[in-house]
Nanobody, 125 residues
Framework: QVQLVESGGGLVQAGGSLRLSCAAS????????MGWFRQVPGKEREFVAA????????YYADSVQGRFTISRDNAKNTVYLQMDSLKPEDTAIYYC??????????????????WGHGTQVTVSS
């Protein structure tokens, strides 16, 4: 059973930065794509970023392109999301996700198999 635990969320002023971490346990995910999603109460969960198993391919939502950076450390079974130039509209619960299929890279919520419980990010204006 795979478990994903996010950390690093918090309250930050607009223009500031946060770094989210997602630590996986239960099995190694070094051959699996991983992603970050976010959700605002009352809205659907939306894609933020995804990274291939090697870290060589990355996808970003248009809304975060150029401000957020996804990365991973397979030795630590951990994926990161560096968030810079944060805006109030980035306020959401951020979720880490992993794909059970090897060698894949997904951008839609329904294609991910494992999910963390989320970490709150609040950006004040």
């Amino acid at each position: 059973q795979v478990q994903l635990v996010e950390s690093g969320g918090g309250l930050v002023q607009a223009g500031g930065s946060l770094r989210l971490s997602c630590a996986a346990s239960g099995r190694t995910l070094s051959t699996n794509g991983m992603g970050w999603f976010r959700q605002v109460p009352g809205k659907e969960r939306e894609f933020v970023a995804a990274i291939s198993w090697s870290g060589g391919i990355k996808y970003y939502a248009d809304s975060v392109q150029g401000r957020f950076t996804i990365s991973r450390d397979n030795a630590k079974n951990t994926v990161y999301l560096q968030m810079d130039s944060l805006k109030p509209e980035d306020t959401a619960i951020y979720y880490c996700a992993a794909d059970a299929s090897r060698w894949s890279l997904r951008r839609t919520e329904r294609e991910y198999d494992y999910w963390g419980h989320g970490t709150q990010v609040t950006v004040s204006s």
